[in-house]
C-alpha cells in the first residue's frame, strides 16, 4: 500500500521558520503562498508571501526504517500570474535527520509537468529516487520552487497547499510506492503529532 503525505500548513514540530508538516491527511483551507519571479530566474525557492519567508514541508519521523525506491508521484497546485512568466513549479526531495539536517537527496529538484498556466491546477508527474535508507526518527523534506520554463519573467507565481477535498485547490501532496507510517498519531478529528521521542 503507498504512503501519501500532503502538504500542510501546520508548523512543523521541528519548530523553525518556515518549515511546515507533511502529515497523512488533508488540511481545512486552501492556502496560498505567492513568490516573485525575476527576469531571466531559473529557481526560486517557494516563499508563504511576495518577498516573503522562505518555506519547506517535513514529515514527522518515520517510525520504523524504510527503503524509498519505488516510483514517487507528485500532485502541486499552482499559478503563474501572466503567460509570460514562463514558469513552473519545480520539487526537490530530501531525507533529514529528526533535527531537519538534510542527509541526502532522494530526487533532485526538477519541473513538475509543464509550464503553469494563469488559472490554479495541478501539475503532476513521477519520479524515480535514488534508493534511498531512512531510519527510524528520519524525516522526509520537501522543497518547492519556481523554475524557468523558457525565459522566466517578473510577475508572482501561486502554490496551495492544506485543502480539504481531491482534486480541488490545495490539494498538493507527494506519494511515496513504500507503505510507512511517521510519528503521526490522528484521534477522531483533532491532529496530535511529532512526538519527538527518537534522538
Given at each position: 500500500?503507498?504512503?501519501?503525505?500532503?502538504l500542510?500548513?501546520?508548523?512543523?514540530?521541528?519548530?523553525?521558520?518556515?518549515?511546515k508538516?507533511?502529515?497523512?491527511?488533508?488540511?481545512?483551507?486552501?492556502?496560498?503562498?505567492?513568490?516573485?519571479?525575476?527576469a531571466?530566474?531559473t529557481?526560486?525557492?517557494?516563499?508563504?508571501?511576495?518577498?516573503g519567508?522562505?518555506l519547506?514541508?517535513?514529515?514527522?519521523?518515520?517510525?520504523n526504517?524504510?527503503?524509498?525506491s519505488?516510483?514517487?508521484?507528485?500532485?502541486?497546485?499552482?499559478?503563474?500570474?501572466?503567460?509570460?512568466?514562463?514558469?513552473?513549479?519545480?520539487l526537490?526531495?530530501?531525507?533529514?535527520?529528526?533535527?531537519?539536517t538534510?542527509?541526502s537527496?532522494?530526487?533532485?529538484?526538477?519541473?513538475i509537468?509543464?509550464?503553469?498556466?494563469?488559472?490554479?491546477?495541478?501539475?503532476?508527474?513521477?519520479r524515480?529516487?535514488?534508493?534511498t535508507?531512512?531510519?527510524?526518527?528520519?524525516?522526509?523534506?520537501?522543497?518547492?520552487?519556481?523554475?524557468?520554463?523558457?525565459?522566466?519573467a517578473?510577475g508572482?507565481f501561486?502554490?496551495?497547499?492544506?485543502?480539504?477535498?481531491?482534486?480541488a485547490?490545495?490539494?498538493?501532496?507527494v506519494?511515496?510506492?513504500?507503505?510507512?507510517?511517521t510519528?503521526?498519531?490522528?484521534?477522531?478529528?483533532?491532529?496530535?503529532?511529532?512526538g519527538?521521542?527518537?534522538?
Amino acid at each position: 500500500m503507498a504512503t501519501t503525505l500532503f502538504l500542510r500548513d501546520l508548523a512543523s514540530t521541528l519548530g523553525g521558520a518556515g518549515q511546515k508538516a507533511m502529515l497523512a491527511r488533508r488540511g481545512r483551507t486552501a492556502v496560498t503562498t505567492t513568490t516573485n519571479t525575476v527576469a531571466s530566474g531559473t529557481n526560486i525557492t517557494i516563499t508563504a508571501t511576495a518577498g516573503g519567508q522562505v518555506l519547506s514541508w517535513f514529515s514527522e519521523p518515520v517510525t520504523n526504517a524504510v527503503t524509498i525506491s519505488g516510483t514517487i508521484t507528485l500532485n502541486i497546485r499552482c499559478r503563474e500570474s501572466a503567460n509570460t512568466v514562463n514558469s513552473g513549479v519545480a520539487l526537490l526531495i530530501e531525507r533529514a535527520n529528526n533535527a531537519g539536517t538534510v542527509q541526502s537527496t532522494v530526487s533532485a529538484r526538477a519541473v513538475i509537468g509543464a509550464e503553469a498556466g494563469t488559472a490554479e491546477a495541478a501539475r503532476t508527474g513521477t519520479r524515480t529516487p535514488t534508493s534511498t535508507a531512512f531510519s527510524a526518527g528520519d524525516r522526509i523534506k520537501v522543497t518547492l520552487s519556481v523554475i524557468n520554463v523558457g525565459t522566466m519573467a517578473a510577475g508572482t507565481f501561486n502554490t496551495y497547499h492544506d485543502g480539504p477535498a481531491a482534486a480541488a485547490s490545495g490539494d498538493s501532496y507527494v506519494t511515496f510506492t513504500e507503505n510507512f507510517v511517521t510519528d503521526e498519531i490522528i484521534v477522531g478529528a483533532n491532529e496530535i503529532y511529532g512526538g519527538g521521542i527518537y534522538g
